[in-house]
């Protein structure tokens, strides 16, 4: 069954970048609408963006447009989330998650990562 692995978070300066995976295994990630979701504790679950399954569609939150790139490699199974001139306020655990239908993203979803951790602080 499809899993979902997300790695590349960490700690990182206010203004720095980093580039987040989202790796599939099970199933072939081309199946699936692939979203980025982030949560800060005590907050509500955010949608930061959403890729469809060829990456010709994709959309972004206000509060991370202009900064923050979503992309795919459908032949690594893989969902990447580039992040750049990055806020505290971007400190959060980030999630992606696999839904069938683009207009299904964060909200039909059928399997989620594990999450990574980004902190963003000087």
């Known amino acids: 069954q499809l899993q979902l692995v997300e790695s590349g978070g960490g700690l990182v300066q206010p203004g720095g970048s980093l580039r987040l995976s989202c790796a599939a295994s099970?199933?072939?990630?081309?199946?699936?609408?692939i979203g980025w979701f982030r949560q800060a504790p005590g907050k509500e679950r955010e949608g930061i963006s959403c890729?469809?399954?060829?990456?010709?569609?994709?959309n972004y939150a206000d509060s991370v447009k202009g900064r923050f790139t979503i992309s795919r490699d459908n032949a690594k199974n893989t969902v990447y989330l580039q992040m750049n001139s990055l806020k505290p306020e971007d400190t959060a655990i980030y999630y992606c998650?696999?839904?069938?239908?683009?207009?299904?993203?964060?909200?039909?979803?059928?399997?989620w990562g594990q999450g990574t951790l980004v902190t963003v602080s000087s």
């Open positions: 890729i469809s399954k060829r990456g010709g569609s994709a």
């Open positions: 998650a696999a839904s069938i239908l683009y207009s299904d993203c964060g909200r039909k979803v059928v399997r």
């Open positions: 099970g199933l072939a990630l081309d199946s699936y609408t």
